[in-house]
């Protein structure tokens, strides 16, 4: 319950959705807080968001705020060891990108961990699904899918092959030598720069270790080269955990591909049992998902008086469960609280990242059984359950859980409350399904991305990602950045939670390009019938874009980079560590990229400037931030037209 005197937000300044503006409202009713609340009377350290405070060590925290009448030439600004805001600044955002690399790369090596387990077939509840994506990375990992035997080329027996893909994988996070496998992935030109950059990682775990030495008091004080290893983590990340997650995740769970479903809180059905799972990882949800549809289970709903099992979701476990089985999507990061406030949630299953605490307390104040099931992210709060899941019990686990809920339908007291408000989706895009729903390739036809970009039907391709962040207005920024991009022709790839915004919003349908879109990108995707925005999953999956620009670059016309490409990148509403990382890589990876909300290095503007004008000279992509959401597509739409300009192809 709140502080009865504290501030509470005004839900139509707070958000633009209804769904969300409805249930804040319910919630300052009920005198129970939320984020948004929170967000009026918490104001943030002007200097920590600066990114010029450091408390490396107890000697500090020195606070380095940028002055009002800074003069660069002048500028004196040090801490008690001497660290200037540059130093400072570097330190903090390189920390960062280590927070968020180790947390998707983390999360790749759980899936590392139940591929390996299934390969070696010691847990009966995970199959290799998808053979023809084991058989297309195996090469990468340096597998051989063929053997020869008496001069003839026999195909390898599968399992052996994914115990070796997932022996080999396994490496990846600490080989005590060379480098990252999946590096070659990439164009050409793009792994020779990296190479003499310097910045080609050696394995996963080294790359985030090696940020947290140089961080430490006293270590590495030039920024240019603590932003190397920052680099150089983030390549690991994006080109290493995340897309390792990607692929594994994708061989265990079945490669996506485009099927409808629905989104916003109006998913919960106040006559079924309804399950929200939270978090990001896979691996527990995707046995939820089967244990919920066993005609038992359901049987076992009915018998409690429910009508059946409605199961949806919050943050990227949500993405992942859509986009491979047509779970609906409960909402944002910011909804997560409103989803219990419903009074609907007989269980909110959690498992890593993006969690709120808070869901614990609100939790409280009804019916709703919390379940942590992750043994690195428990809660304090005394009604957190904790259920801890293990891939070799994994369909107990689930059932266990699923049961939970079940028998907690009966227990809803407060009055249920669910907004109406939901959209008809289409997600689960790809690399393969842009490649078939394009034309079947990437060049070569009426059809295919390459061609349609050549001839400006498409006039360039945006990554549009990331979080929600509770000091700007939820959705509001999102929404802006992507209706300005696809009105003026520009493709969006999306993931995280802009695709959830999207997806609330109505734009994952084909007809949205027919209201929203610019000639041009409304004809292609009314040709092909596809959205105009295309939903690629999770925030592990925006190695999906990486791979797709890889493509896009293999299929000629476009330069040989990935720099060369008419491409932008955008976090609109960015707020974690991972959002750093992602981004980090995605510039590295040669794309101009734009975050809104803030920027964490506004306090040290040399340092701001090597990250938004020098890191073009070295990578061919730069950051940029701007927070207003029409500018900020602005920027994106220009520097897609310069690459068009560069390419010859601006007619
Ligand atoms: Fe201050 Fe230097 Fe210690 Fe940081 S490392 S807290 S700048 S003395
Ligand atoms: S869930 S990291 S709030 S996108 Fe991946 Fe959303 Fe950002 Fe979490």
């Known amino acids: 319950k709140k502080d009865e005197k504290a501030k509470v937000a005004n839900p139509q300044d707070a958000s633009i959705d209804a769904a969300t503006q409805i249930m804040i409202k319910r919630a ?69 990108v280590a927070g968020g690399a180790a947390a998707h790369s983390d999360h790749g090596r759980s899936v590392a961990e139940v591929f390996l ?28 899918t063929t053997v020869e035997k008496d001069g003839a080329v026999l195909d390898r027996d599968i399992d052996e092959i994914a115990v070796e893909v997932g022996e080999k994988a396994m490496e990846e996070w600490g080989k005590a030598e060379g480098e990252l496998e999946y590096l070659k992935r990439a164009p050409k030109p793009r792994y020779e720069l990296w190479k003499k950059q310097g910045v080609l990682p050696r394995n996963i775990d080294r790359e985030i270790v090696e940020i947290m030495h140089r961080t430490h008091m006293g270590v590495d004080q030039d920024y240019k080269n603590l932003m190397k290893q920052g680099v150089r983590a983030s390549i690991a990340d994006g080109w290493g955990g995340s897309m390792l997650a990607t692929d594994l995740q994708d061989i265990l769970f079945g490669t996506p591909y485009p099927l409808a479903s629905e989104a916003n809180l109006g998913v919960l059905k106040e006559d079924h049992v309804n399950i929200v799972i939270h978090g990001h990882e896979p691996v527990l949800s995707e046995m939820i998902v089967t244990t919920a549809q066993k005609p038992e289970m359901v049987a076992y709903a009915k018998s409690k008086g429910a009508k059946g099992i409605q199961l949806s979701g919050i943050c990227c476990t949500a993405n992942e469960i859509l986009q491979r089985h047509g779970v609906p999507l409960c909402g944002t990061f910011l909804q997560q609280e409103l989803a219990i406030i419903t009074g609907a949630v007989d269980a909110m299953v959690v498992d890593i990242q993006c969690i709120f605490q808070n869901v614990a307390n609100v939790a409280k104040c009804f019916h709703t059984k919390l379940i942590t099931t992750h043994p690195i992210a428990k809660m304090e709060q005394d009604n957190a359950i904790h259920i801890e899941f293990d891939e070799h019990h994994a369909v107990e686990d689930a059932e266990k859980i699923v049961r939970m809920a079940i028998d907690n339908f009966a227990n809803r007291g407060a009055e249920v409350m669910i907004p109406r408000q939901k959209s008809p989706i289409i997600a689960g895009f790809g690399v393969e399904s842009v490649e078939y729903h394009l034309g079947g390739t990437f060049r070569g036809s009426y059809y295919t991305l390459n061609d349609n970009i050549i001839n400006g039907r498409i006039r360039g391709v945006a990554g549009v990602v990331g979080c929600n962040n509770a000091r700007v207005k939820h959705n509001e920024g999102h929404i802006t ?171």
């Not at 009448?69 to 903090?92: F, H, L, P, S, V």
């Open 28 to 96: 300052q009713d009920l005198g129970i807080d939320t984020c948004f609340d929170r967000n009026v009377t918490l104001k943030p350290c002007s200097i920590g968001n600066q990114g010029t405070c450091c408390k490396n060590c107890s000697m500090g925290p020195c606070r380095l705020p940028l002055p009002k009448d800074y003069d660069e030439a002048n500028d004196t600004r040090k801490g008690i060891c001497g660290a200037t805001a540059n130093t400072i600044a570097a330190r903090n955002f390189i920390r960062m």
């Open 117 to 144: 387990s299934a390969a070696r077939k010691e847990t009966d509840a995970y199959q290799i699904k998808d053979v023809r994506k084991l058989l297309e990375i195996a090469p990468f990992l340096g597998v051989a």
């Open 481 to 651: 950045v992507v209706k300005e991009l696809i009105k003026n022709d520009v493709l969006v790839l999306t993931t995280g939670c802009n695709a959830i915004a999207c997806a609330m919003e109505g734009l994952l349908t084909p007809e949205s390009a027919k209201v929203f879109c610019g000639p041009g990108l409304a004809e292609v995707c009314e040709t092909v019938g596809i959205p105009p925005v295309l939903h690629l999953g999770s925030c592990v999956d925006n190695s999906r874009i990486l791979l797709a620009a890889t493509e896009v670059v293999k299929a000629g016309g476009l330069g040989n980079d990935i720099s060369d490409l008419p491409v932008a990148g955008s976090a609109p509403e960015w707020m974690s560590e991972k959002a750093i990382s992602i981004g980090q890589y995605v510039v590295a990876s040669g794309i101009y990229t734009v975050f809104g909300a803030v920027f964490p290095t506004a306090g040290a503007p040399v340092f701001q400037r090597y990250l938004f004008e020098e890191m073009e000279k070295m990578y061919g992509g730069m950051w940029d931030f701007e927070a207003d959401p029409v500018k900020h597509a602005w920027k994106m739409i220009n520097h897609i037209d310069a690459k068009r300009k560069a390419l010859g192809i601006d007619q």
